[in-house]
């Protein structure tokens, strides 16, 4: 029967604390050998990004330590290590965070470096890493290998390890932009809903996708009544908005953030020229949307079919709030608001105790805007 080894314990270590913080977070063994299972392939329900992520530990402080606030940690990476590391960046395409375990006597006093991978080339040319940390500070010391002073030492965020692989892969990408190798998604209808979920990106007016350099296209995107003209990458088939329809969408959604794949460009939208986007019927892309959820709901006093703040007749909306509970609300397309009545209110109120999503409907009285 084959033995257990020192990695076996400290890389299930920080699996287990990636999977704390991205509970969606799917990793696939990349590299397996007789001495590590030290690298792997991570993604997320909710990002198209893939990542590598690679792992390396300390099991002890370094000996000469004698300041009980400061520890410090050895780290040793061999030529094989740096040229794994830099085929995953450089060859494979994907954003690269290296995992540093720092373990101490008391093991539930470890703690766990991430690194990105800019930041691993400032050390990269050392065979070994040093590791600082000093009692109750919020970063990490990385050191140069040119000084050993905490002056020169780059900072590292203590609390990277709690930051989910989304908004790291993020961060990245806003901090140097390049060509990732993504993950292909099938995306044959788009919905205000489908666009919910992160951070966006702004880019400057430009006629081919910022990320990919392929041309973009213009489509239309919907909810039934009201409509945006966006623009489309033919490549990565990443999603632009400019600020005005970016923030109608968003006020449509209750305030929800948005997917990954949006971000905002700068243009206008008489810029956007319709002609040169129809398909061989002469008909534009047409994405048809459906009104199912929103986090707040606004109310009013009285019972009324047209909205009190712009006074026009009001839609009719069929809501779903989960475990088979629908209802209608009414929607201001004008305000882009869902309004009931403070009584429809009140018995949404009742449902919601047997109903999680209504626990989560935020009521917000429409005079107190």
């Not at 076996?8 to 969606?24: C, K, R, T």
């Not at 692989?165 to 932009?177: H, M, R, S, T």
């Not at 600020?243 to 939208?269: P, W």
Request: proline letters at 2%.
């Amino acid at each position: 029967m084959p033995k257990l080894k020192k990695s076996h314990f400290y890389y299930g270590a920080i699996l287990d604390a990636i999977f704390q913080y991205n509970e969606d977070a799917s990793p696939a063994l990349i590299l397996n050998d007789e001495d590590t299972r030290q690298a792997y392939k991570i993604l997320t329900n909710t990002s198209r990004q893939e990542c590598i992520v690679f792992f390396k530990y300390a099991s002890q402080p370094k000996a000469f330590n004698r300041n009980e606030n400061y520890s410090s940690w050895l780290f040793t990476f061999s030529d094989d290590d740096k040229e794994r590391i830099y085929n995953y960046y450089n060859n494979d395409h994907l954003p690269v965070f290296i995992y540093l375990l720092c373990s101490k006597k008391e093991l539930k006093n470890s703690e766990i470096v991430v690194l990105k991978y800019d930041e691993f080339l400032k050390v990269e040319d050392n065979k070994s890493i040093t590791i600082g940390v000093e009692k109750n500070k919020n970063s990490f010391y990385l050191f140069l290998p040119i000084s050993r002073s905490k002056d020169d030492a780059i900072q590292i965020q203590r609390n990277r390890i709690e930051k989910t692989f989304d908004e790291l892969i993020n961060e990245v990408i806003k901090e140097k932009p390049r060509l990732y190798r993504q993950k292909q998604m099938k995306r044959d209808k788009m919905t205000f809903e489908s666009l919910i979920f992160n951070e966006l990106l702004i880019y400057s007016q430009s006629s081919n996708c910022p990320i990919c350099d392929h041309k973009l296209e213009t489509c239309t995107i919907s909810n039934e009544k009201d409509k945006i003209i966006a623009r489309k990458c033919s490549g990565c088939m990443h999603i632009f908005l400019n600020k005005k329809q970016y923030k109608k969408v968003y006020e449509y959604t209750g305030g929800r953030k948005l997917i990954a794949d949006l971000s905002i460009m700068d243009f206008e939208d008489e810029q956007l020229e319709l002609e040169d986007n129809v398909n061989p019927k002469g008909e534009f892309e047409k994405i048809k949307l459906k009104d199912t959820k929103t986090d707040t709901i606004y109310f009013m006093n009285k019972e009324s079919t047209k909205c009190p703040i712009h006074n026009s007749k009001m839609d009719v909306k069929l809501m779903n709030f989960g475990k088979k509970i629908k209802d209608t609300i009414y929607f201001c397309r004008q305000c882009n608001k869902h309004i009931v009545s403070k009584s429809h209110m009140d018995y949404l109120l009742r449902q919601s105790k047997n109903c999680y999503e209504l626990k989560k409907i935020k009521y917000i009285e429409l005079e107190h805007i």
